[in-house]
């Protein structure tokens, strides 16, 4: 079984920058691929970012590409989503998830994101 628990969410300007960071426990931390998602209010959730087990295959939704960096510490048991010029529309409550292809296997409980104008 795997724990996730984010944090580094917050309010911020718009372009301005957040280090998101979910720390996982669980011995098996490593064998999963690792998925940032995010849910603004009256919305579905949707996907942000996604990093292979090993690292070496990452993904992001077109609207943060160029502004969003996912990364992972196997070593750690953690995995961060640097979050730079960001926007009103980034606002939205943010998850990190173990996946097994294109299912979740675990949650983390969310943190916050705010931009303000």
């Known amino acids: 079984q795997v724990q996730l628990v984010e944090s580094g969410g917050g309010l911020v300007q718009a372009g301005g920058s957040l280090r998101l960071s979910c720390a996982a426990s669980?011995?098996?931390?490593?064998?999963?691929?690792m998925g940032w998602f995010r849910q603004a209010p009256g919305k579905e959730r949707e996907f942000v970012a996604s990093?292979?087990?090993?690292?070496?295959?990452?993904n992001y939704r077109d609207s943060v590409k160029g502004r969003f960096t996912v990364s992972r510490d196997n070593a750690k048991n953690t995995v961060d989503l640097q979050m730079n010029s960001l926007k009103l529309e980034d606002t939205a409550v943010y998850f990190c998830?173990?996946?097994?292809?294109?299912?979740?296997?675990?949650w983390g409980q969310g943190t916050q994101v705010t931009v303000s104008s």
């Open positions: 998830a173990a996946t097994v292809g294109s299912s979740v296997d675990y």
């Open positions: 669980g011995r098996t931390f490593s064998s999963y691929a």
């Open positions: 990093i292979s087990s090993s690292g070496a295959y990452i």
